[in-house]
């Protein structure tokens, strides 16, 4: 759980209690930005994840149109503001409050309650901390160049990852480059770390026979698998 004295999430109860409206503002190296409307929260941004923009921009491609539907640009605005909420509420940086007269953000009047986004924040970082034995978003892996000791069926994702580590880089790198959640990237990254199609930098690969071995953690995180599209 996200530490009850985290004073981004004592702040940030204070203004939903009041029914605040305007900009909390944060700091630091993944500083950003969290939204609020009548202490709803519409929408949030950090320097550390992807911005809507990017999001939208992906989305896009992927679906090969000229634009989202509303649903789905609705769904983005949400996963963006998870992503980032998960990132500001984790560091725990200074909070500088700004009022406002008018509605920020990209997100609409429907935002999400704060103990709604605390709930989803606090499930999300509890994955984050059971998968750092292994790895967390800023430790670098690496695609292995060895072949495969049998054929391995990967997801669109996982393809994209792969064609992009050739070179160590981070779940967050890949994650920014992609226009993807951090959250989401970091779990593909986990998932194919067993597989031996990428191995952390500096670890050696794990052996194909320890792979049942290290899988018995992935039910820790299945049961957020439809959140982290």
Not at 24 to 33: A, I, R
Not at 149 to 166: D, N
Not at 178 to 204: C, D, H, K, Y
Request: charged fraction near 20%.
């Amino acid at each position: 759980m996200i530490p009850l004295r985290n004073p981004v999430a004592i702040r940030l109860g204070k203004l939903a209690g009041s029914g605040r409206t305007g900009m909390l503002y944060l700091s630091g190296e993944c500083g950003g930005v969290i939204h609020l409307f009548e202490g709803d929260v519409v929408s949030a941004d950090s320097r550390g994840t992807p911005d809507l923009a990017a999001r939208l921009a992906q989305a896009v491609v992927s679906a090969g149109q000229d634009m989202v539907s509303s649903l789905e640009r609705n769904w983005l605005i949400r996963e963006a503001t998870v992503d980032a909420a998960l990132e500001l509420l984790s560091a725990g940086t200074r909070a500088r409050f700004r009022a406002s007269g008018d509605e920020p953000g990209p997100g609409d009047r429907d935002g999400m309650p704060v103990p709604v986004l605390m709930t989803e924040v606090s499930r999300r970082y509890e994955v984050i901390r059971q998968m750092s034995a292994v790895l967390t978003p800023d430790t670098a892996v690496a695609r292995n160049p060895g072949p495969l000791s049998r054929a391995i069926h990967v997801s669109g994702i996982q393809w994209a990852i792969l064609i992009r580590a050739g070179n160590p880089a981070t779940p967050r790198s890949l994650a920014l480059e992609l226009g993807q959640s951090v959250f989401t990237t970091t779990i593909e990254v986990f998932r194919m770390v067993p597989l031996n199609l990428l191995s952390v930098v500096g670890a050696p690969a794990l052996p194909a026979d320890r792979a049942g071995e290290f899988n018995r953690g992935r039910p820790a995180i299945s049961f957020i698998r439809a959140l982290a599209r």
